[in-house]
């Protein structure tokens, strides 16, 4: 077996115990598949471990560990956006590769990062930054390399995902689970990542740049959280055939009708309804999936454990694994053998377009409208006049019995239209004199 | 933007033409990504076609088409075992690397001509050839690289899918839905392939020895089709909360108790009851999808369209993306840069193991068992008792109503036995006075 290959670990939380485990477990997978060997020789970690093999050495200074001589490949594992930041630079100005699985360091800083990593000629590798084990990274990047991505639509944080799944499941409102989350692990003590859809919102970027080869933009993300879906709107999507799920959708739009303000990307994390029936609908508990559309492929969805200690290391052990090609070859003209590797962003850096980020207003969805009105014969005919004069196409209407004090839910699903039409309908709406109280929007795919 | 990427396709059929329709939708994505121009350079065709880019030589001598010196890249697509081994075999020793969907050609032939590319420095990619467009091998091979694979379940083939849906949506017996399928193209005049499992064989063989890095043996396959299963059977499973899937599956099974002839692997397609909340039982219609089950990163699932040119195109494509960048690294000491390539069979050729695969008799699995009997008090325990004494755990049972001449159909659902096992008992329930016909069975899996 040829020369070895070192690695450095920063970090030895959950993730960085995954990863020492997993070289353990799997060895002679590693050896089999690679023909070198894996050796970890530093681990930087502020607390000193004795679970530890003896032969690696445990260093305290974490920036000294990021430019060690002991390593080929340095795996950041400390998470946040500061000092993770600063070791990543470090590393890469030391000729590192680095393998990370910060998604918001990543969304935020990604840009800088990758371009550092081009200049120095080594590689950032983050399959684990984005729905955990399932390797949707490679998939993009080089699976699909040849399609044109027209969308995806990606059930990308775990937490939400159990939060609407034991919603729907046993009818429990969404404080109950999210307590019940928390004490199973799943949601930290500040849920605000999850269920504002932060966390979401941070892997769609990564995604949307590797899918149509745009530069990451974080902060165009339009995002939506789970906590204001009530079980009520949960059960009327079921009995009209949805289920309400938080998904991450990035969507090439061309131009309307010659309209070249509406050509762009959606990039944007909601609660939604998708049919009943779809595969991702069907995606419950802790579990991520993401479904792809691109030409001339058509759909393909990609699932499994999107968190966790087993998955997030076997997608760092992906990227290593990936790196020691690029380490075999030694050609001393190109030590990082750019030309070689995947583009960090799937395209070449130079190729990356500026196709605009459509705002909220311009995006395109259907709807889920639950509007209550006083039990009047001519409520649903002003209603349906508004939507109509507004050039909104109705699907479906749920009318309910009267529930309180003479008043009825009408629940409506409309065709896609583009949202500052709803807006407007929807204040129209709001201003019958039969209408009680706000109108309650979700956003509807049928995932066609 | 540098040298273009030169390639040659043998064969113009659906494929042929999906491959360069996709080419010419999505040049601008494929520019984009690679960084460098892609150019069909040569076809090697029988017949002359009047609708092609007349840049394009067009050559009726497929041989010299699969040597020329305008190609970097030779995309076999013509199909079947002789004329395209010769083809690839000539392309290999002319130095090319070579692009193929053909599975029964690697399914039987792949040792061989694996081993001919590695002596000739030149990669020989084949996402194309296992579940279309799905890209289960670069997961397999790549994404999954530090796992351990302990089992994976395809539908690898998209006809029987196809069928099964059918049947049961519909309750369409098997011979009516079979024509239909030959009117709609998915299954060729001769359906042998697809009903009796050979084309799910072929993939299977395939799937296996990347999961387990161990050479392709196609004739160890056990094999069993689509052509005896009844809509009675069909409506059984639903009723007891299962679904009949024609699955694949590769099991790696330890040595049970110190026994080391049990230790292996089972490679065998056959007709599976799965549960029917299982994301692999909503696999409908002509789509496969395929489950891994892996150490440390537990159950993913790949599911996309499994045939047809657009996906078959996108595969095909993907593989050339990933060969432009071994034709981007210069190394004049090692033109095809093999430390650098992805091993042909996913670990490196002298690691592949000689892991037994199992024989019928020593394989596990559940099984489903549906016996005729005359309505007689005592049968159920007769049955039973027998089930009991060979070991074999029921986990449930469903007696019908007698249907005809006072026979009942009784139907059990056994938990994992070995099959010689099963063979004994269901010798002995024949032979009991009150059983009227065959025993009837299909094998089951949990897949937990």
């Not at 023909?35 to 920036?63: A, F, H, K, Y």
């Not at 944080?157 to 429990?172: A, L, Q, V, Y």
């Amino acid at each position: 077996m040829s020369k070895s290959i070192k690695l450095a670990i920063l970090g030895l939380g959950t993730v960085g115990t995954g990863v020492v485990n997993l070289i353990n477990d799997n060895l002679d997978e590693l050896k089999r598949r690679s023909g070198r060997d894996i050796v970890i020789t530093e681990v930087g970690t502020r607390r000193q471990r004795d679970d530890i093999d003896p032969n690696i050495i445990q260093n305290s200074d974490l920036m000294a560990t990021a430019a060690s001589d002991n390593a080929d490949i340095v795996i950041e594992l400390i998470g946040g956006t500061t000092l993770a930041k600063e070791l990543i630079m470090h590393a890469i100005k030391h000729g590192k590769h680095v393998v990370t699985a910060n998604k918001a360091l990543l969304a935020e800083h990604g840009n800088e990062i990758f371009a550092l990593a081009e200049a120095n000629n080594v590689h950032v590798a983050y399959e684990a930054a984005v729905a955990g084990g399932i390797p949707i990274i490679k998939v993009m990047r080089e699976a699909l390399a040849a399609n044109r991505v027209d969308w995806l639509a990606g059930i990308i944080n775990g937490t939400g995902n159990f939060i609407m799944t034991e919603m729907r499941d046993k009818g429990r409102p969404f404080a109950d689970v999210l307590l019940e989350a928390q004490e199973l692990g799943y949601a930290e003590a500040d849920p605000t990542f999850d269920v504002e859809g932060i966390d979401a919102a941070h892997k769609l970027a990564l995604l949307a740049s590797i899918a149509f080869g745009i530069p990451l933009q974080f902060d165009k993300v339009y995002c939506e959280g789970i906590r204001n879906i009530t079980l009520q709107d949960v059960s009327y999507a079921e009995e009209l055939g949805y289920r309400i799920k938080h998904v991450g959708f990035a969507v090439r739009r061309d131009a309307n009708e010659g309209n070249d303000e509406s050509a762009g990307i959606e990039l944007r994390v909601h609660p939604t309804l998708i049919p009943q029936d779809a595969l991702l609908a069907n995606v419950n508990g802790v579990k991520n999936a993401v479904l792809v559309n691109s030409h001339p492929l058509g759909q393909t969805l990609y699932y499994g454990d999107g968190a966790g200690a087993g998955a997030t290391a076997s997608a760092v052990m992906a990227d290593v694994m990936d790196l020691v090609r690029v380490l075999n070859t030694n050609d001393p003209n190109n030590p990082g053998n750019n030309g070689h590797h995947v583009p960090h962003l799937a395209f070449v850096p130079e190729q990356l377009s500026d196709t605009p980020i459509l705002r909220a207003e311009q995006m395109i969805t259907g709807y889920y409208l639950r509007v209550h009105a006083y039990d009047n014969p001519g409520v649903l005919a002003d209603i349906t006049r508004i939507l109509s004069d507004a050039g909104i196409n109705i699907d479906a209407i749920l009318q309910k019995p009267a529930h309180k004090l003479g008043q009825v839910p009408v629940i409506i699903l409309t065709l896609p239209v583009v949202e500052s039409q709803m807006n407007l309908a929807i204040e129209k709406i709001e201003k019958l004199e039969t209408i009680t109280d706000k109108v309650v929007r979700i956003r509807l795919d049928e995932l066609a």
